[in-house]
């Protein structure tokens, strides 16, 4: 069964918009949550993780997160939007297999108009 | 600042060929992952190790194999490389209870198998 959902496979924005991508995931206790940024040609990064307390999360570049347990959701949002945010996100959420690993959404592939 | 290398950026392989993809991480880690991306498919666990020559399967281990016999290198082996193999590797390690903590990447392989 699918453990964390990422709805929107493509999206584009014009630079200096604001982002929101999605995440959602179905887990039977408080989960940790990350999200990654994979810029071309490169590995993952980490822009932000949740794992308690505030629900609203300030990561790298600008970016944020708000974890919505209502919801099951843990969308990443950005104001405005550089052109070098051109890149593939990752969300994903822990702990699963005895506390052994993650599972990664799908990703969505973020292009931006000039 | 953690640093996980992978031995190439890009490999090409034919049908049969027995592949090696050697991962090494500098910061005394646990654990340590290969994963496969495909595009739509996201990230997909093959193999983890959370200690020397200790390894568990993943969600995708068919075909793959792993060793594991210093902490700082985990080897992902493909005994008879296919053409269905031809994707991204990418190896993670972390530190602690893997499934609670970030996960620092490498660059990625990209193999193509012919």
């Known amino acids: 069964a699918q453990s964390v959902t990422q709805p929107d496979i493509h999206i584009t924005v014009s630079e200096g918009a604001s982002l929101e991508l999605r995440c959602n995931y179905s887990y039977g206790a408080t989960p940790y949550l990350f999200w990654y940024v994979q810029s071309p040609g490169q590995g993952l990064q980490l822009l932000l993780k949740y794992f308690s307390g505030d629900t609203l999360v300030q990561g790298i570049k600008g970016f944020e997160a708000e974890f919505k347990r209502s919801q099951s959701s843990f969308n990443l949002r950005k104001p405005s939007v550089h052109w070098s945010d051109a890149a593939e996100y990752f969300c994903a959420v822990g702990p699963f297999q005895g506390a052994q690993k993650l599972v990664f959404g799908q990703g969505t592939r973020l292009t931006i108009n000039p | 600042d953690v640093k996980v290398t992978q031995s190439s950026r890009y490999l090409v392989k034919r049908t049969g060929e027995k592949v090696f993809l050697e991962c090494v991480q500098d910061?005394?880690?646990?654990?340590m992952f290969w994963y496969r991306q495909d595009p739509g498919l996201g990230l997909r666990l093959i193999y983890f190790s959370y200690d020397v020559k200790m390894k568990e399967k993943g969600d995708i281990p068919e075909g793959y194999s792993v060793s594991r016999e210093k902490k700082e290198r985990f080897s992902l082996i493909l005994e008879s490389a296919s053409t269905n193999q031809t994707s991204m590797y990418l190896c993670?390690?972390?530190?602690?209870?893997?499934?609670?903590?970030?996960?620092?990447f490498g660059p990625g392989t990209r193999l193509t198998v012919l």
């Open positions: 993670a390690s972390s530190f602690g209870l893997a499934g609670y903590n970030e996960q620092f």
């Open positions: 910061m005394d880690h646990e654990n």
